[in-house]
């Protein structure tokens, strides 16, 4: 992805800046104004923080344990080692209860892995049920927040979409858009055969899940279809019911600015419905063996460090060239999409925003650092390593520098007068072709 031009396509749209950029300052506010009203908030992201490191460093052992104590719950359990194998497992499925049309809830991992383009291809009808993903779907583009999907958006442009694709009468009143809106997915869920969402949480020691929402879509989602399937990143267990309440507690004043969601489901019996957990790998168990970037893992999808990034807030998240977006979206999209996304780690000022609102506490700015050396590194051609790391010995080693002093000497001896060398050989020729040595 040429990352400078999408910049400078996404930056020339001033009405889409003006959208993100009101949408995020009263994201901010509204969060400030929510933790001034929670007294122990710095506390509850300590307890989150140290939860999630626990629930990562566990990762192994809590999965199994919510395998099982969800399959003795009735909950059919797949594992997916890629983004391929989870839309074939999901096509499988529905083949199988011969599936028509399917609604689905918000879901930042069926994104990942491209979930409803691909359905669309294999000739089900599928129908984004939380408002601003129906908005992207309905224009066919990515979203570009993790919470909010469509806040590059302003009402203008969502009321001539909504008009031209449902032939809604146009209208400008965020309320009027939203009734007909609902009007149209009602219809969708009665008739639906299948219902795919995504889960904030797995409870290992109940082996439930836990979805997070604010329309009521989701609820519908999983209870009005004979069949449920949710698809889940493996870092998504937290190891008790018990721990539920304090990401509660932090993930919607993160998100929304909210004190807590409109709608929180808890499901723990698949019941008489067919429920389906798909439990996704897709590079994440290469995030979990790497010993620094694994704190990526502790994500809970909040998108507040995108709020709050001056790079973000005037570019958006189509920038990013994957699902994930802001700054904790260029370390998930790196690992994700790989060569792809090569530049990714350079959409980042490292001014540590990002760190500072985050409610378990992902050092966002030093991993994204960590990244950039390692691209460094990488980049890097064998005369270029083996000067670096000569360069390291002589500043390291007590003999090397004292040969290095001796060597400086001579150097001088043959600059002559001047103390300029011009030329040198073999692989240091390539930095006198540039530039000279003055030894002085």
């Known amino acids: ?54 629930s990562v460093n566990n990762l192994p052992d809590l999965l199994e344990k919510f395998k099982e104590n969800a399959s003795k719950n009735g909950f059919i359990i797949h594992t997916a080692k890629d983004a391929e194998e989870a839309r074939e497992i999901v096509n499988s499925i529905l083949q199988r209860r011969k599936v028509k049309t399917v609604v689905k809830g918000k879901s930042m991992t069926s994104e990942e892995i491209g979930l409803t383009s691909f359905l669309h291809e294999q000739g089900y009808d599928v129908y984004e049920t939380d408002l601003g993903e129906f908005i ?5 583009e990515p979203p570009s927040h993790l919470t909010g999907p469509a806040i590059h958006k302003n009402r203008f442009e969502i009321a001539r979409l909504l ?3 449902l032939k809604i009468p146009l209208t400008t009143d965020p309320e009027k858009l939203t009734q007909e809106v609902r009007k ?8 639906a055969e299948a219902g795919i969402t995504g889960a904030n949480f797995l409870i290992s020691d109940t082996g439930g899940i836990v979805l997070v929402e604010n329309e009521g879509n989701i609820r519908l989602t999983t209870t009005l279809p004979p069949l449920h399937i949710a698809v889940a990143g493996v870092e998504k267990v937290i190891p008790s019911i018990k721990d539920l309440s304090v990401f509660l507690k932090v993930l919607a004043p993160s998100s929304t600015g909210q004190r807590q969601t409109g709608y929180v489901s808890y499901i723990g019996k698949s019941g008489e419905k067919e429920r389906h957990i798909i439990l996704l790998d897709n590079k994440r168990w290469k995030m979990w063996n790497d010993p620094v970037m694994k704190q990526a893992l502790k994500c809970i999808r909040c998108g507040a ?53 985050c409610p378990v506490k992902i050092p ?17 051609n064998f005369q270029e390593k083996l000067l670096i790391k ?44 540039k530039r000279d040595i003055y030894l002085k």
């Open 136 to 140: 992207i779907q309905l224009a066919g």
């Open 163 to 165: 008009h031209q694709k």
């Open 305 to 357: 460090c995108a709020n709050v990034c001056p790079v973000f807030q005037i570019a958006g998240g189509h920038l990013y060239g994957g699902a994930y977006t802001g700054p904790i979206g260029i370390i998930w999209n790196h690992f994700i999409y790989g060569e792809k996304v090569r530049e990714i780690p350079y959409l980042s000022t490292l001014c540590g925003a990002c760190e500072e609102v």
């Open 364 to 380: 966002i700015p030093s991993l994204i650092l960590e990244l950039r050396k390692r691209n460094y590194r990488e980049s890097l």
């Open 184 to 191: 149209y997915l009602r219809r969708k869920f009665f008739s």
């Open 1 to 54: 992805m040429d990352f400078n031009r999408k910049f400078e396509e996404l930056y020339s749209n001033q009405n889409l800046r003006k959208a993100i950029i009101n949408a995020t300052d009263r994201a901010v506010k509204k969060r400030e104004e929510t933790i001034r009203r929670i007294p122990d908030f710095e506390e509850l992201r300590e307890k989150a923080s140290l939860i999630k490191e626990y």
């Open 390 to 433: 000569g360069w390291r010995i002589l500043h390291t080693d007590r003999l090397a520098g004292k040969i290095a002093n001796m060597a400086f000497e001579a150097g001088k001896k043959i600059a002559g007068r001047k103390e300029v060398i011009k030329n040198l050989p073999f692989i240091m020729k390539r930095w006198t072709e």
